[in-house]
């Protein structure tokens, strides 16, 4: 079985200010993680993805994200955020898969980021 | 390049009552995956359709259904509403591979409010 926690259901931060966006996982195997990002009214949208490697992820809109496997974590972070960052980030994870078939990706509850002007 | 597209927008129904929701995935994608994104709370896998057969299911009642079609656009049908079925249901499209490691892409959703 595996789990995402997002402990932050909020997190407020102002503007050209930094953040960090926290997410835990639980799985019992080997794990694929994400991050997405839900403007208002509208659907998903894959911020960065990890798989193997450095873990160090870059990914969109100057987002990146670390793995760090003993502290099962995977938190994203941006060094100056915009008005227009404003939106829930969900952070989900999935077991790396054998060949073929679909692995359960697993969403956690989501952070709503408010940024202040 | 359309993306991925749902309909209707919104949707109110009673409980008891049956509904329908559509779903036409990216241009190239064979793979429909639908979830279910309760207020307040992170999508929930329901399913998700390749080569118009169900292929994998989570942990949801058989009053969900769907359909895959030959031009891979998916229907998810809903039976006995229940007030617990208000939600946004997000489609999202991908290739049939890893599905783990491909992008899915997600469309804006059904918001379904039953009464």
């Known amino acids: 079985a595996q789990s995402v926690t997002q402990l932050d259901s909020q997190v407020p931060v102002f503007e050209e200010a930094p953040v960090e966006l926290r997410c835990n996982y639980s799985?019992?195997?080997?794990?694929?993680l994400f991050w997405y990002v839900q403007y208002p009214n509208q659907g998903l949208q894959l911020l960065l993805k990890y798989l193997s490697g450095s873990t160090l992820v870059k990914g969109i809109n100057g987002f990146e994200a670390e793995f760090n496997k003993s502290q099962t974590s995977f938190h994203l972070r941006k060094p100056s955020v915009h008005i227009s960052d404003t939106a829930e980030y969900f952070c989900a994870v999935s077991g790396s898969a054998n060949s073929g078939g679909y692995q359960k990706v697993t969403f956690g509850t989501g952070t709503k980021l408010q940024v202040i002007p | 390049d359309a993306g991925v597209t749902q309909s209707p927008t919104h949707l109110i129904k009673t409980r008891g009552q049956q509904v329908t929701l559509r779903c036409s995935p990216k241009?190239?994608?064979?793979?429909v995956s639908w979830y279910q994104q309760a207020l307040g709370q992170g999508p929930q896998f329901i399913f998700q359709?390749?080569?118009?057969?169900?292929?994998q299911r989570g942990n949801f009642p058989d009053r969900f259904s769907g359909h895959q079609f030959p031009n891979y656009s998916s229907e998810l049908n809903v039976n006995a509403l229940l007030l617990g079925d208000s939600a946004l249901y997000l489609c999202a499209s991908s290739y049939y591979r890893d599905l783990s490691t491909d992008t899915q892409y997600f469309g804006p959703g059904t918001r379904l409010t039953v009464l």
């Open positions: 799985s019992s195997v080997s794990v694929y």
């Open positions: 359709y390749y080569e118009e057969e169900e292929r």
């Open positions: 241009s190239g994608h064979d793979t």
